[in-house]
């Protein structure tokens, strides 16, 4: 399983930026696709998950109080992509962004966990 992550680069606090991650390899069964970010120092948080109905209800997500209102998480469940919309940035949001999805790899698989490298979103102030 390959996650390939695009949409990181340098932006002017207030303003937006799109990450994408695509999943591929083997896959039965995407459970959970999500972002987490790690700012310069500190340790890797969750920024927001999207789920399956395997897991809960189809498309809830789940989002840390610091990007709440401000990122949106979506799916496109037939390219196996997880998008966030990054909107009004604030140099806070600066770090090393990461794709997370759980995977089940074959339909008696539980699932695991499978990380993208990670791309780099740099917030001016």
């Known amino acids: 399983v390959q996650l390939q992550a695009s949409g990181g680069g340098l932006v002017q606090a207030g303003g937006s930026l799109r990450l994408s991650c695509a999943a591929s390899g083997s896959i039965f069964r995407l459970n959970s696709m999500g972002w987490y970010r790690q700012p310069p120092g500190k340790q890797r948080e969750l920024v927001a998950e999207?789920?399956?109905?395997?897991?809960?209800?189809?498309?809830?997500?789940n989002y840390a109080d610091s990007v709440k209102g401000r990122f949106t998480i979506s799916r496109d469940n037939a390219k196996n992509t997880v998008y966030l919309q990054m909107n009004s940035l604030k140099p806070e949001d600066k770090a090393v962004y990461y794709c997370?999805?759980?995977?089940?790899?074959?339909?008696?698989?539980?699932?695991?966990?499978?990380w993208g490298k990670g791309t780099l979103v740099t917030v001016s102030s």
């Open positions: 997370n999805a759980d995977i089940s790899n074959n339909p008696w698989d539980y699932g695991k966990h499978y």
């Open positions: 999207i789920y399956s109905g395997t897991m809960l209800i189809e498309g809830s997500t």
